[in-house]
């Protein structure tokens, strides 16, 4: 189900808590979000709809991929970014990696460990941000 897009920054600075299978309702609906706002944004977090858990969605090219409590694991390779998001008005500066590698789970609780670079890492560091309570 598409979901309103949460703008309130008290929520959104919160810590995301650990999601599980009984959030795998909230991980369809972020997918459902992302996909009716893919022409504004290519990647959301769960708290992006007012759901505080660690569960964040992106566009790698077409098609949307879904983690589960995400981690990045190795990064390096820092640069500025310039970034904006759809919780929040104009664009900032934000610091981000040009190479990461993140560990999450799939929607079948499965571990999966992905290595990324450039514009996907960067959305993926933007996401992962948003579970940990940080804004650009």
Same mark, same amino acid.
């Given at each position: ?14 810590? $995301?808590?650990?999601? $599980? ?6 991980? $369809? ?31 790698? /090219? ?14 390096? /390779? ?5 970034? /904006?998001?759809? $919780? ?6 934000? !610091? ?10 799939? !929607? ?29």
């Amino acid at each position: 189900m598409i979901k309103p897009i949460n703008k309130d920054v008290g929520i959104l600075r919160k810590k $995301s808590t650990t999601a $599980s299978k009984k959030d795998l309702q909230t991980a $369809s609906d972020l997918i459902d979000t992302l996909k009716a706002h893919q022409n504004a944004c290519v990647g959301m977090a769960a708290n992006m709809i007012g759901i505080n858990k660690r569960i964040i969605a992106c566009f790698f /090219g077409p098609f949307p991929v879904l983690m589960i409590n995400p981690e990045i694991t190795k990064k390096f /390779g820092p640069y500025t970014a310039e970034e /904006g998001c759809l $919780s929040l008005e104009g664009k900032r500066v934000a !610091k981000r990696f040009k190479h990461i590698e993140v560990t999450y789970l799939d !929607k079948n609780f499965a571990k999966q460990r992905q290595k990324l670079d450039d514009f996907n890492a960067q959305i993926v560091q933007h996401e992962i941000d948003h579970c940990n309570g940080i804004l650009i």
